[in-house]
């Protein structure tokens, strides 16, 4: 496609229950990361993918949260048995080349989790 | 400990005025640096970046920046605002040991006709 994909775009979910977000990063696109955005916040980095290979998970706040991206294209953030706190915006972003430190990032619009 | 700084969270100007919205960092060596744009249930995108060279950075929307090493800053500037600047600005840094960006809170620009 031509930009970077996420869906759903808006996911309310009941505490206690998963959830699984989808990213579609740019074709060909080697690097791809995960943000979390809670509101009135800057984005904070969750992991980093070079193709099929998680290079850093540093930033994922528990183990509840896994991230996948099997075929080093689409990748899924899933979050195990919500938490009210979970509650934030998922922004996912891709990168031609190793790293967002030489190039751009392209980011996606975000899928926005409610948990209630 | 590392950081990114952006001591303004909410900035108000008319629509034709000049605008400098700051960042400052904190890090051991000076970081790769950017600025992002962020409207309203958009994604990021990217304004400007600073490497390495020319201290004084063009990007796009006729928006500029400018790296000062002494002060740990990366300002950007803007001389005549236009309505549709109203948007959320992150500053962000990429250390140097991480491929990771880390981003200030963000400061949200106001425009009035």
């Known amino acids: 496609g031509a930009g970077v994909s996420q869906s759903p775009r808006y996911k309310v979910a009941k505490r206690g229950q998963d959830v699984a977000l989808r990213c579609d990063p740019i074709?060909?696109?080697?690097?791809l990361f995960w943000y979390q955005q809670a509101l009135g916040q800057g984005p904070e980095f969750l992991t980093y993918?070079?193709?099929?290979?998680?290079?850093?998970k540093s930033g994922l706040p528990s183990d509840r949260f896994f991230a996948e991206r099997p075929e080093g294209s689409v990748s899924t953030l899933k979050i195990q048995r919500t938490q009210q706190e979970d509650s934030a915006v998922y922004l996912c972003?891709?990168?031609?080349?190793?790293?967002?430190?030489?190039?751009?990032?392209?980011f996606g619009q975000g899928t926005r989790l409610t948990v209630v | 400990a590392q950081s990114v700084t952006q001591p303004d969270i909410h900035i108000t100007v008319s629509e034709g005025a000049s605008l400098e919205l700051r960042c400052n960092y904190s890090?051991?060596?000076?970081?790769?640096l950017f600025w992002y744009v962020q409207s309203p249930g958009q994604g990021l995108q990217l304004l400007l970046k600073?490497?390495?060279?020319?201290?004084l950075v063009q990007g796009i929307k006729g928006f500029e920046a400018e790296f000062k090493r002494s002060q740990s800053s990366f300002n950007l500037r803007k001389p005549s605002v236009h309505w549709s600047d109203a948007a959320e600005y992150f500053c962000?840094?990429?250390?140097?040991?991480?491929?990771?960006?880390?981003f200030g809170t963000g400061t949200r620009l106001q425009v009035f006709p």
């Open positions: 972003a891709s990168s031609s080349v190793q790293g967002a430190r030489n190039t751009e990032a392209f």
């Open positions: 074709s060909g696109h080697v690097s």
């Open positions: 993918f070079q193709n099929e290979a998680q290079l850093d």
């Open positions: 890090y051991g060596a000076t970081p790769y």
């Open positions: 600073y490497f390495s060279g020319d201290t």
């Open positions: 962000a840094v990429g250390p140097l040991d991480t491929d990771k960006l880390i």
